[in-house]
């Protein structure tokens, strides 16, 4: 659709569940004694629980390398096995065809996820069946729409980690087995994981890693690198009397912030302090 921000959020394929061939396998496994049941990417490879932090840096650097690849995406946002990609709503690539769109991100994603691999998991090469990626591409009509979108992603991400911080210190460090500490969280509120957490084994949540409480947004940072030196507020300082922005002024600055370096920071992008720090990012 024209004139609309476009979301391609892409998504780790049977990193943990199992689908309906790999249950059919296992059936086999159990009458014939014959293992064809690909184990899950988070099992083979051994990922803590809940949060494995060299997997997500692996995530986050695969996001950063397309994103450099690709100027188009504005910004990204990143959490377990996803990555969520924001186009401009005046982008113009493959004249915003979404499969065109879609299967670009997810196979080039894919392939840097797969050449990274051995720096985050030195000794833990790939082997088949390799890790593969869904995608697909939503629009949002106005910048309020897309921040919404972008809140729903976080909030997910803060929900999801306190659960699992919580389920996983009853397992791992309260002993009780996964039956247990499902059912000592069912109906539990924010309030009740964060006491359990704290009164049974002295975690305060708040001092948890931020990539685990916040997940990761990737932008092009345009006052850290600035070939001339000079960054944006000094150049605004030393423009005397405001002017208006010729149209090539403004597709020059459009070049400039593209070649801007990508960062990876873990921030609240709920609230407006982030976006409104950087005007840049939604413009
Ligand atoms: P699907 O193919 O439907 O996406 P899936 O098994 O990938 O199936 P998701 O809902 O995407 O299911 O969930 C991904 C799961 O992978 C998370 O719930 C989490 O358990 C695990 N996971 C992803 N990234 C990490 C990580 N960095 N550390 C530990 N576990 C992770
Ligand atoms: P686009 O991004 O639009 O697909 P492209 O440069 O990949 O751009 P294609 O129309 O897909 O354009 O054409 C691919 C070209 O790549 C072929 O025309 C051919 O010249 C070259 N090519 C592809 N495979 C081979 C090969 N195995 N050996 C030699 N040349 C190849
Ligand atoms: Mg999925
Ligand atoms: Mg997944
Ligand atoms: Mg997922
Ligand atoms: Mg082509
Ligand atoms: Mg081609």
């Given at each position: 659709m024209p004139n609309t921000w476009i979301v391609v959020r892409i998504d780790g394929r049977g990193f943990t569940k199992y689908d309906f061939l790999d249950l059919l396998c296992i059936l086999l496994h159990i009458i014939f004694c014959e293992d064809l049941t690909p184990p899950r990417l988070c099992t083979k490879y051994d990922f803590?629980?809940?949060?494995d932090k060299k997997a997500l840096d692996l995530m986050n650097n695969a996001a950063k390398a397309i994103m450099t690849e690709l100027p188009d995406i504005a910004v990204g946002y990143g959490v377990s096995d996803e990555y969520s990609f924001v186009f401009h709503k005046t982008c113009t690539l493959f004249d915003r065809r979404a499969s065109k769109l879609v299967s670009t991100i997810v196979s080039s994603f894919t392939a840097y996820y797969v050449h990274l691999w051995t720096s985050h998991f030195p000794e833990d090469p790939l082997t088949p069946p390799l890790p593969s990626f869904d995608g697909r591409a939503v629009c949002y009509p106005s910048v309020q729409n897309l921040r919404d979108y972008m809140s729903w992603r976080q909030v997910d991400c803060h929900i999801n980690n306190l659960f699992n911080t919580t389920f996983w210190a009853l397992v791992q460090l309260g002993g009780q087995d996964t039956k247990e500490a499902e059912k000592a969280l069912a109906g539990t509120f924010a309030k009740d994981k964060n006491e359990i957490l704290f009164s049974?084994?002295?975690?305060?949540?708040?001092?948890?890693?931020e990539m685990f409480k916040k997940g990761s947004v990737a932008y092009r940072d345009y006052e850290l690198v600035e070939p001339g030196g000079q960054n944006l507020e000094k150049e605004v300082d030393d423009i005397a009397e405001p002017v208006v922005q010729s149209k090539t002024q403004a597709e020059k600055d459009r070049k400039k912030r593209g070649k801007a370096m990508v960062v990876v920071e873990h921030l609240?992008?709920?609230?407006?302090d982030f976006w409104e720090r950087r005007p840049w990012l939604l413009s």
């Open positions: 803590a629980k809940p949060n049974q084994f002295g975690i305060n949540y708040n001092n948890e890693p609240d992008i709920i609230k407006d």
